[in-house]
């Protein structure tokens, strides 16, 4: 293996998120600089956001193509209900991931209980074989790990002796780390992964690079090890996440992932007008419309060598 390391550091912007009644998320995936880290092709993190003052998460009734949502929180509860018949809720340290595929709506409401609400919503793309796979939705408890200086949860894929049982249709891992003050923590990884860090709260430093809060690490693919070192007194806690090269190209607009213009125009069409989606049963409350497509088609992105 290669002894060279280059992290590359993404910076978070502000996005509004789910429409007239929005929530300010930051994003760090999809960007200029990169698209996907494996099959991974969005990212956002949110929070803690105190839910008396932002009104918490109230997101209508609206459309996915082409991908699979991952919910993951640190604080808070979210309702879930989608046009499977899902009634399901997202909390602390249990994963909800959701394959849209050839069409899936649904919505996303933090419940009465919730006072502060903190987590990542996270898209993964699927490959071309199984972009019009069957609705689905699954749900999984990861058992806690202790490693050394870490606390550690495998939501996806595999890292070291721990293993999610949930399926993906590329190779993927996913992992809420909890990496204790003054600690260092040496990972064996897949050196035929591309990984990124996401780190929530803390200062950590991965593979030599000081990462802040909200920024995204990116290191490609060609190491088997990975070190992570909190010189801080405080606790950080950090999302890992990782994958094969995804080498496909995706148009990803609003909701959808397609391979073209004409396969986002047509998800936008039917959700205007047909019932490839479905209907999400017990929200009081109108669908998402759909934004306007811009007025120049829709070029395809890849990954960025």
Known sequence: MSNAVKVEV????????????????RRTLPQRARTLIGAWCFVDHYGPDDVADTGGM?????????????????????????????HAFVRPGELNLMTGGHGISHTEVSTPRTTVLHGVQLWVALPDEHRHADRDFQHHVPTPVEMEGAEVRVFLGELQTSSSPVRTFTPLLGA?????PHATLKLTVNADFEHGLLVDKGQVDMAGTLLNPAELGYLGPGRDTLTLTNDTDDAARLILLGGEPFEEELVMWWNFVGRT???????????TT?????????YEGDPLPAPELPNVPLKPRGRVR
Do not use: C, N, Y
């Open 10 to 25: 993404l910076s978070a912007r502000d996005v509004p998120l789910g429409g007239p009644r929005s929530m300010t998320v």
């Open 58 to 86: 109230d997101v209508a009734p609206h459309p996915h193509t082409g991908l699979q949502t991952v919910s993951w929180l640190f604080t808070g509860e979210i309702e879930h209900r989608d046009s499977l018949g899902t």
């Open 176 to 180: 809420e780390l909890l990496l204790r």
């Open 261 to 271: 213009h004409e396969d986002i125009a047509r998800a936008r069409e039917d959700w």
């Open 274 to 282: 047909g019932d490839r989606f479905g209907v999400v049963k017990g």
